[in-house]
């Protein structure tokens, strides 16, 4: 069976309208995910693990961080299966309610203080469902946004979907600074921090008048009338397409470490050096967020111009030399250079990987099995470099004495896989996405 493409005739407002929706859906998931990577970060060590050492409570609430990022591939798996076969717009309704839900619940979870060892348990399980929602979500926002775009902008369309995440970073890290800063250090921990986590319920209700309003696009539509759907889409493309499920794994190690070594354990390697009150990295992810949605776009319609693969090499391969410098600039203790560094790896390296990937990855894949190999790829990857990566950063720190270079070096294995991955994927951007007989 052939697969789909959105016809070089679709124009006008229905990609536009689409791009957008997936842009607010997506920051609205993101937002309620870094909340949690925040507060991890700053908060959740002495709050829900306290009776532990400060080192060893920041390594066991970033291990309950990782749960959320290992529940992604079960959200992967069940969205995909859902996806593939009922269609991308009802699993994206289904992820929002459910990331939603688990958020608000983690704003009213009564701390180890109040209900002891529970609290962290009950932690740990909303984060993973967390997990599963967010599992779901990236992959049916990237092809329902890229399934709808016309040939030959699929890369600038596709780049909506990932304003997303440094939208939804720069909402739940401002929130989150703005609510510290006018509640006080010590009124934040007692009860401000939950504030952010309870806001969940009125951007999701935003999230749901605009998601509920989209289609699934045409050729999948015509798909599934005909009863052309895969019955185990999920076993099917570990079958059909092994090869991409792997590359987009690669692709995604580099990238997805390179962000949570900045915006999560980033946190806390400040706060360590600078100290606890230092507000150095809630300002510098704010900046390189607000920074992060113009540059992103602008790196989608490169993607357009110049392909996929020359821009994600560039940036997986200036990723190691700016991180390096991050490290360095807190050394330097300058608010300043600090958010120098954090908007020189993002806006100009990891936006360079990030903007292409959902054209790139669904262009990997045909249609009948494409919210499958899709979210499949993308959601391992994240789980190897994502999820485990700020407690392995925190254990290297450790074993080196305070100092940063065995992550380093860390980092520069995940580079090396990544572009490894990029030189082997073949180049999509210039072809049509494969579409079904009429």
Known sequence: MSAMSVSPGVQGPIPRRVA?????????????????ATASALVFSRLFFPSVDPATGTLAA?????????ARPLGAVVAGHLGDRVGRKSVLVGALLLMGGATTLIGVLPTYGSIGVLAPVLLVVLRTLQGIAVGAEWGGAAILTVEHAPHGRRGWFGAFTQIGSPAGMLL????????????????????????????????????LAVRLR?????????????????RLPVLDVLRAAPGPVLLTTGLRL???????????????????????????????VVV??????????????????????????????????????????VDTGSTVLIVASVVLATSLFFDAMAAGQPAWFSELFPLHLRYSGVSLG????????????????????????????????????????TITAALLARETAFAELDRPRP
């Open 20 to 36: 957008v929706a997936s842009a607010i859906g997506t920051t609205i998931e993101w937002y309620d995910f870094y909340l949690y």
């Open 62 to 70: 970033f291990a309950a961080f990782a749960a959320g990022f290992g």
């Open 172 to 207: 739940a890290t401002g929130v989150f600074w703005l609510v510290r800063v006018s509640a006080g250090n010590e009124a934040f921990l007692a009860w401000a921090w939950r504030i952010p986590f309870l806001l969940s319920v009125v951007l999701v209700g935003v999230g």
């Open 214 to 230: 989209l289609h699934d696009a045409p050729e999948f539509q015509r798909l599934r009338s005909r009863g052309e759907v895969a």
């Open 254 to 284: 580099s990238q997805i470490g390179l962000y949570v070594l900045l915006t999560t354990y980033g946190l806390t390697y400040i706060a360590n050096n600078l100290g606890a009150d230092s507000d150095a990295g809630l300002i510098a």
């Open 288 to 329: 390189s967020s607000a920074l992060s949605i113009p540059t992103t776009l602008l790196w989608g319609r490169l993607t357009d111009r110049f392909g996929r693969k020359r821009p994600y090499l560039f940036g997986a391969v200036g990723a190691v030399g700016a991180l390096a410098l991050f490290f360095l600039a």
């Open 378 to 417: 993308y959601q391992v990857g994240s789980v190897i470099a994502g999820g485990l990566t700020p407690l392995i950063a925190a254990a290297l720190v450790l074993l080196g004495d305070g100092r940063p270079w065995w992550v380093l070096a860390y980092y520069g294995g995940l580079a090396v896989l």
